[in-house]
């Protein structure tokens, strides 16, 4: 995928997933998501915050979170999810089209982001969505390689990974396999999905 093709499906994740925010009850904005320690409206405020923060914004998030990039993304969400619910879902929707990444991040970073973020809020509600194969594929490399801050390689160790749905594998050793979009979410730390997938348990 090239570029224009990588913000295309941002840009339709961004609106599918506002869409899908906008029709949450109070009570599901508060349930756990995939990611530890946030709920919905944490990982929806997150979503909607990164490309909007400027280098001196940046630079003042790390001196308040004393240099740990963890602490720097877990703050932005908590003081961003503050707001209400109807301004998180019009500042995604309106994060559509507007074609600029987070200091450090590149459109590989951003696409595959968005897509894990959003399973991160559809999964515990019970709602299915899918990532698009071909997107999830560039999502699936792009994970493997970058290590920081997931470690991919180094926490799957000793196994191959073979997608059953699409033209990917990596690793060397025991077998996991199953779809691509579960694969990103292993890749990715997450556990939910490991039920869809075979050579692995919790």
């Not at 990164?50 to 703050?75: L, M, T, W």
């Not at 999502?139 to 991919?152: E, K, M, V, Y």
Request: some cysteine; hydrophobic content about 45%.
């Amino acid at each position: 995928m090239d570029d224009s093709q990588m913000w295309k499906t941002i840009d339709a994740e961004r609106a599918a997933t506002a869409d899908l925010l906008a029709g949450l009850t109070d009570v599901e904005w508060t349930y756990p998501s995939l990611c530890a320690g946030w709920t919905v409206r944490e990982v929806a405020a997150h979503l909607s915050v990164g490309y909007r923060i400027g280098v001196g914004g940046v630079i003042r998030e790390y001196v308040k979170a004393r240099g740990s990039f963890n602490r720097v993304i877990d703050q932005t969400a908590r003081a961003e999810a503050r707001r209400p619910t109807e301004e998180l879902v019009a500042e995604l929707r309106g994060a559509v089209g507007v074609h600029k990444t987070a200091l450090g991040q590149s459109v590989k970073n951003a696409m595959m982001d968005v897509m894990v973020h959003t399973q991160d809020i559809a999964l515990p509600l019970g709602i299915e969505r899918h990532m698009p194969i071909e997107a999830a594929v560039v999502s699936a490399d792009d994970l493997w390689r970058i290590g920081f801050p997931f470690h991919a390689r180094r926490r799957l160790a000793g196994h191959r990974l073979v997608a059953t749905d699409a033209d990917w594998s990596v690793g060397e050793g025991a077998e996991i396999s199953g779809p691509i979009e579960a694969l990103v979410l292993l890749l990715a730390g997450r556990t939910a999905s490991i039920p869809r997938l075979t050579g692995i348990t919790v």
